[in-house]
Nanobody
């Protein structure tokens, strides 16, 4: 079993900053990618950012404002969110893609429970 625990969400005014953390624990063989998704009420869950090794991917809406980073020793991924806007509000979920022990087997995917981010006008 793999557990993902997010923290760092909260209420912030527009223009403010928050830093989310997601710590992975449990029976982890080899982490490939870690990422953050968000879901606003009535909307589908969307990718915000992901990191594989030193390569990063960002949604166009957050590029230049958010930074994803990773501490491999701590098995933790971070999301620094600056210049927050009301449309950034939602539940932010951490996701982990773990390589399978056998080379040709598909990756395992795990989700965290989410942390709520609310950005007020």
């Amino acid at each position: 079993q793999v557990q993902l625990v997010e923290s760092g969400g909260g209420l912030v005014q527009a223009g403010g900053s928050l830093r989310l953390s997601c710590a992975a624990s449990g029976n982890i063989f080899s982490i490939n990618t870690m990422g953050w998704y968000r879901q606003a009420p009535g909307n589908q869950r969307e990718l915000v950012a992901s990191i594989t090794g030193i390569s990063t991917v960002y949604a166009a809406s957050v590029k230049g404002r958010f930074t994803i980073s990773r501490d491999n020793a701590k098995q933790t991924v971070y999301l620094q969110m600056n210049s927050l806007k009301p449309e950034d509000s939602g539940v932010y979920h951490c996701k982990l893609w773990m390589r399978a022990p056998r080379v040709n087997d598909p990756q395992f995917e795990y989700w965290g429970q989410g942390t709520l981010v609310t950005v007020s006008e």
